[in-house]
């Protein structure tokens, strides 16, 4: 299907979260886990979402409407960036979690989780968040292309383990493709 992302809000304060009619999927990860190259992939375009070299960078939460399909993409704050204050890192918080305690129409939420790396405490603390909240959790291994296979199927049946999903997280790859059209599969069931 020819789809179209258009970035139709972005906002910065918690009073400027609008409420949508349409059904919505956010997107959430650690900062510099490939969240901005995923959207861009998503997209089909280079430069949709600002891919920092710098982490941490994007404090913005940006609603992307997703045509012809009608719903909306929430790419939520990267978090747990190490080098971002304290204060940074409350208003991050407040503000996600405002926007998921106040989005009705809230079906899942996207967790980007980095496939280098072994399950970081604070990607536990938000899916189990997101569980005891009663949203479903969609989650992404990016990167993809930089693991062993074989370690990536390891981490694969880790996370398979630690959600107690039916299904092994997705591998994704902004720079290959992998996993881009099993996405759009999964978004579209979740969106309906
Ligand atoms: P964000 O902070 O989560 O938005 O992450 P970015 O999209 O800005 O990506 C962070 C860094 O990881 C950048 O240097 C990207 O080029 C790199 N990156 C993102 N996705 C991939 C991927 O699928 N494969 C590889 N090899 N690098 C990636």
């Given at each position: 299907m020819n789809r179209t992302i258009e970035l139709v809000k972005t906002i910065y304060?918690?009073?400027q979260l609008e409420t949508f009619e349409e059904p919505q999927i956010a997107l959430a990860g650690r900062?510099?886990?490939g969240k901005s190259s995923l959207v861009n992939r998503l997209a089909g375009r280079k430069q949709l979402a600002k891919i920092s070299s710098?982490?941490?960078?994007t404090r913005s939460l940006n609603y992307y409407k997703v045509n012809p399909d009608g719903y909306f993409l929430v790419d939520l704050p990267g978090y747990g960036y190490a080098k971002c204050s304290k204060t940074e890192r409350d208003k991050w918080a407040k503000l996600i979690e405002r926007y998921i305690t106040t989005a009705e129409q809230l079906k899942a939420v996207v967790v980007l989780l980095d496939?280098?790396?072994?399950?970081q405490k604070i990607d536990l603390e938000l899916t189990s968040y997101l569980r005891s909240m009663g949203i479903p959790v969609i989650p992404v291994l990016t990167k993809?292309?930089?693991?062993?296979q074989r370690d990536l199927a390891k981490l694969q049946g880790q996370w398979k383990d630690i959600l107690q999903h039916d299904r092994l997280p997705l591998a994704f790859s902004s720079?290959?493709?992998?996993g881009e059209e099993k996405l759009w599969d999964i978004l579209g069931e979740y969106a309906r």
């Open positions: 304060e918690i009073k900062s510099n886990v710098k982490p941490g960078k496939s280098r790396i072994p399950p993809a292309d930089k693991p062993k720079k290959t493709g992998r």
